[in-house]
């Protein structure tokens, strides 16, 4: 009985001395930093700077380049002429065409009167006859397909000469004075740089559904590290492809063109849906 009380005693002693093992601290919780979510209301793109017009121009015929009143960087009026072509037997076609018809028509004239005179050449008598209205009628048809052929050769002069479309600046200039143009061969760019336009590059297919033509955009030019304000005025009916992803360009005209805005300088957009 000593001895089990001798146990109890010392078991007693042993808890009470051992020390208390520290209960484990809570860790704290991890901070997440969330990201901003893009706003259900602004639709975000990458975009490029383009012309609101440009034209690649050619010739519909084969010659050679007789002169380029113009150089790069030049701007241009819309009916200016940019280009001519060597082409003398078009030039002679319609002095030709336009010799027949002057005197075919000159020739109907003089039988549209009621009477002529004829000269008898053996006697001298003179005599005057009354011609059917018939013998007019064939003259002035003839003068007719006369004066279409004069019109037909003027046109094709015309191809010659290279007019500017539009008001722009010539971008570049692809052959020189002397050199052979095929048929739709490029001979020169034009484009309008006083109205530039932000193109979007990347607007998914996802977010296409939600802009509208008429919605305000926010632009900021990285080159230039302004902001800018505009509207949608076009959205491409047609995807395109970009590293896998299908997107569609959008066109966003600019209420205001800054200072300084290049052809081709980056852009950022937002575009307001709401």
């Known amino acids: 009985m000593k001895r089990m009380l001798f146990l109890l005693l010392s078991l007693f002693i042993l808890t009470g001395c051992a020390s208390p093992t ?17 706003s259900p209301d602004i639709v975000v793109a990458s975009a490029d700077a383009e012309p609101a017009q440009v034209s690649e121009l050619s010739y519909a015929i084969s010659a050679l380049v007789k002169e380029i009143p113009v150089s790069e960087g030049d701007r241009v009026q819309a009916g200016d002429v940019l280009m001519t072509l060597n082409t ?11 010799a027949d018809y002057k005197a075919r028509s000159q020739a109907a004239e003089l039988q549209k009167a009621d009477k002529v005179l004829y000269v008898n ?14 013998v007019y009628q064939k003259a002035f ?25 539009f008001d722009g600046t010539i971008v570049d200039l692809a052959v020189i004075p002397g050199e052979l143009v095929q048929i739709n061969q490029p001979v020169l760019v034009l484009a309008d740089l006083k ?34 304000t505009g509207k949608v005025i076009r959205i491409s009916p047609i995807a395109e492809t970009v590293g896998g992803d299908v997107v569609f360009p959008v066109t966003i005209e600019l209420d205001k063109q800054p200072e300084g805005l290049l052809w081709g300088m980056s852009a950022e957009v937002q575009i307001q849906t709401k």
């Open 22 to 38: 520290p209960a484990a601290s809570p860790q704290a919780p991890v901070q997440v930093e969330e990201l901003p979510a893009q």
């Open 195 to 228: 109205r530039l336009h932000i193109t979007t590059t990347d607007l998914s297919e996802r977010d296409i559904a939600r802009v509208k033509v008429g919605q305000r955009a926010d632009v900021y030019i990285e080159a230039l590290d302004l902001t800018v």
């Open 141 to 165: 048809a003839v003068a007719e397909q006369s004066k279409a052929a004069w019109d037909s050769a003027a046109a094709e002069l015309a191809q010659s000469v290279l007019l500017a479309p």
């Open 88 to 98: 003398p037997e078009l030039e002679y076609a319609v002095i030709a065409a336009e």
């Open 121 to 134: 050449p053996n006697t001298g008598e003179k005599s005057w006859y009354s011609l059917p209205a018939e």
